[in-house]
Nanobody
Framework: QVQLVESGGGLVQAGGSLRLSCAAS???????LGWFRQAPGKEREFVGG????????YNSDSVKGRFTISRGNAKNFVYLQMNSLKPEDTAVYYC??????????????WGQGTQVTVSS
């Protein structure tokens, strides 16, 4: 079992920055942690993820160069630094854990989500 708690969401103006945090606990060794987001009326979207060793990948061109995923030295914290935010980044952001070390297959554990709202 892995427990995940996100924090750091809020309201920000376009062009601003936010840093989301995810605290993982339980059986976290070698887990792959991912960030997802879901905007109203849209399907959940994979934003990116990071391995236990700190290798990160990003899903789409829409976030590359603006979002950075990192993992704390203690490995149980993962961060999503979001810069140059746009209104279309507005969504509920979720942290999720995948027991596959490469992040393949499904994510079995999810946090409760944190709302990010970007005003124009």
């Amino acid at each position: 079992q892995v427990q995940l708690v996100e924090s750091g969401g809020g309201l920000v103006q376009a062009g601003g920055s936010l840093r989301l945090s995810c605290a993982a606990s339980g059986r976290t060794f070698n887990t792959y942690l991912g960030w997802f987001r879901q905007a109203p009326g849209k399907e959940r979207e994979f934003v990116g993820g990071i391995s236990w060793s700190g290798s990160a990948r990003y899903n789409s061109d829409s976030v590359k160069g603006r979002f950075t995923i990192s993992r704390g030295n203690a490995k149980n914290f993962v961060y999503l630094q979001m810069n140059s935010l746009k209104p279309e980044d507005t969504a509920v952001y979720y942290c999720a854990a995948n027991t596959d070390s490469y992040g393949l297959g499904q994510y079995d554990y999810w946090g409760q989500g944190t709302q990010v709202t970007v005003s124009s």
